[in-house]
């Protein structure tokens, strides 16, 4: 019989407001969701307790890493939308990373726009 893959499997891509679940063996996208009210915005993600948690554009997101449905959502009142970082006692925050997409992806909106 053959074994179900297991998150271990995946990898996770955000981007654009949505966030993907590919297959490491063959790149195939496994499944994409998109995320609410956050536009075009580079997504930040940490997979702790078979939870898959993304920032984007001033909210916070919980996924189901199996098939990316949403199991909450806080539009974080108050924080504003610059960079977002994540971390959790288990896991330090990468806020260079994410500054560091934004940046990028700033740079190529201007470019289009010139």
């Known amino acids: 019989m053959p074994r179900s893959p297991s998150t271990?499997?995946?990898?996770f891509v955000g981007t654009g407001g949505?966030?993907?679940a590919l297959a490491k063996s063959d790149g195939k996208t496994l499944w994409s969701t998109s995320l609410p009210r956050t536009g075009y915005q580079v997504v930040v993600m940490l997979?702790?307790?078979d939870t898959l948690f993304c920032a984007t554009a001033g909210r916070a997101f919980a996924l189901d890493p199996h098939?990316?449905?949403i199991l909450?959502?806080?539009g974080l009142p108050g924080a504003g939308q610059g960079v977002t970082a994540l971390c959790t006692?288990?896991?330090p925050s990468d806020?260079?990373?994410a500054?560091?997409?934004q940046q990028a992806m700033n740079q190529a909106s201007q470019a289009a726009s010139s």
């Open 18 to 20: 949505r966030v993907l």
């Open 8 to 11: 271990d499997d995946y990898l």
């Open 72 to 74: 909450w959502d806080n």
């Open 47 to 49: 997979v702790e307790d």
């Open 99 to 101: 500054a560091a997409a």
């Open 95 to 97: 806020p260079a990373s």
């Open 89 to 91: 006692a288990r896991q």
């Open 67 to 69: 098939n990316g449905r």
